[in-house]
């Protein structure tokens, strides 16, 4: 959609001053929906495109205020307490979310314009320039909003931001080409290098992704790569996986180096409040010594590959 200030899309929520998304301080702008639906998934919240109501069953008090006062009754309560929506009644008015006395209820997601998110942008311009930082857009998957990632990436090149985008690259080529020409850094992420086994685990296969990062990588544009490895116990962390990913990132001349992201669970908590399941249950977090036993291993399979984790 577009108006006088430029497209819009669904944002998720912008955070400022991250030292995790791209070298320096960086403002991310995180964007809503996603194609993926990994087992691991840290942001619940971001992966459908519409907003979406969460409820925080811990700090209700069980007063039904918000029900009492939604005007298209689409709040009620279940026996267990929890309150549940019905999502064609609502209106997303946010009164309910404004008239609990506890802040049980919140909101994710509002549609946004480029104007806007460039002007929260350009608050911490400073900032960018004296720590090498910049922006990076992110998701969800930000590429299913592709012509607003263009143009929110174009405005700040204008205004010589360093850029980045943390992407699947699980889309057809000639929508994750789109944002090439207006990066400094591409983030890309390889969750496993079988294909019917990043189907299983995240509900697509691996072809596009594998494909893009090889045109990405033949691109004429002079970006960077860095490729991403999610690290998840007893997922994608056998040999055969981790040496196969190596090599893959190791072929790119592009590359800047290969992440490792170990498994948290920092997200789980969002399910909750989404009334969802949580796939992998109990699955510990990994300990720093077993972390650096599989990058020795990634290592020992490509000597010379540049790892950061």
Known sequence: MKNER??????????????????????????????????????PESQHAE???????????????????????????????????????????LRCKDICPYQALSYYGCEINVAKVLDEILKDEVFYFHSGGGVTVSGGEPLLQSEFVVELLKRCKNHGINTALETSFCL????????????DTLFVDLKHSDSDLHEHLTGAKNDAVLTNIILADNSPEPFEIVMR????????DDEENLCKTAAIAASLTKLKYL???????????????????????DLPTPSSAYVAKKCALLKSCQPNLMLRY
């Open 6 to 43: 430029g497209l819009s899309a669904m944002l998720l929520r912008i955070e400022k001053s991250s030292i995790y998304d791209g070298d320096g301080l960086r403002t991310v702008v995180f964007l809503k929906g996603c194609n993926l639906r990994c087992l691991w998934c840290s942001t």
């Open 51 to 93: 907003m979406e109501m969460g409820f925080d069953a811990a700090r209700c008090r069980d007063c039904g205020a918000c029900a009492k006062n939604c005007q298209n009754r689409a709040l009620s309560r279940r026996n267990d307490g929890r309150i549940v929506i019905e999502e064609f009644r609502c209106c997303h008015c």
């Open 172 to 183: 057809p080529w000639n929508r994750a080409a789109k944002p090439l020409p207006y990066l």
């Open 229 to 236: 490895l999610p690290l998840i116990p007893s997922i994608n």
């Open 259 to 281: 992440e490792i992201l170990p498994y948290h669970r920092l997200g789980s908590g969002s399910y909750a409040k989404l009334g969802r399941e949580y796939a992998l249950g």
